[in-house]
Nanobody
């Protein structure tokens, strides 16, 4: 069974930093991409950043220059380094994985979500 385990959320003051980590466990054929979404109260879930297997990253405009996504392919782990945090960054952050799963006789594209980790930015 494929699972995503997130860590690193918490409370930080404005201007501070946090690093989130997410590890995929379980058997998949290959990982197409991994990323982070966030959802604040009363708002829709939005993409924060994602990264593909060769390291191409995309960011939502509001975090460009402040957040950095990276990936350790050998560990099936994705990281989100968040610097210069603002109160508007506060949300539940969800890890997402886009994978090729083994479905005999071939492969099936699947996506998985983590349970979410809370990021609070407040003085």
């Amino acid at each position: 069974q494929v699972q995503l385990a997130e860590s690193g959320g918490g409370l930080v003051q404005p201007g501070g930093s946090l690093q989130l980590a997410c590890t995929l466990s379980g058997s998949v054929h290959s990982i197409i991409g991994m990323g982070w979404y966030r959802q604040a109260p009363g708002k829709l879930r939005e993409l924060v950043a994602n990264i593909d297997r060769i390291g191409t990253a995309n960011y939502t405009d509001s975090v460009k220059g402040r957040f950095t996504i990276s990936r350790a392919n050998a560990k099936n782990t994705v990281y989100l380094q968040m610097n210069s945090l603002k109160p508007e960054d506060a949300a539940v952050y969800y890890c997402h994985a886009d994978v090729w799963a083994r479905r005999i006789p071939g492969l099936q594209r699947r996506e998985y979500w983590g349970q979410g980790t809370q990021v609070t930015v407040s003085s």
